[in-house]
């Protein structure tokens, strides 16, 4: 059991580093959907979108959130299940797989946020 969590941290910091090192935030154009970049629409697509939402895989320039940001609102679970049903040859409402044109916008420099979780009271019943 140890070796097995050995091993997929292992593969989990190695797959971080690739990742990180294929998506960029250059200019001109991408393709909805692919997360990392490579200019195809795959599994790995989604599988770097869960990783940014388990946050096991930082998203510092923003780059996989604006090209796994396939239904308009924020990164999230349905986005990897669009892509996901693309894969699959299901129906495409959002325009996966196809070119968009990055849009340049400056902004001003804000605070980080924290997140804060307060955890339900559940009273004891004896």
Known sequence: MKKLIV????????????????VSAGSGSYLIGD??????????DVTLIQKVLAELVADTDGSITKRGNVDGDELSISDATAVQMYIAGFRNDYNIGETAEEQVTTQAATQPTTRSYELPFIPIRR
């Not at 997360?35 to 790995?44: L, P, R």
């Open 35 to 44: 997360t990392d970049g490579s200019g195809v629409v795959s599994i790995e």
């Open 7 to 22: 091993v997929i941290s292992v593969l989990l910091a190695a797959s971080m580093f690739m990742f990180s090192a294929a």
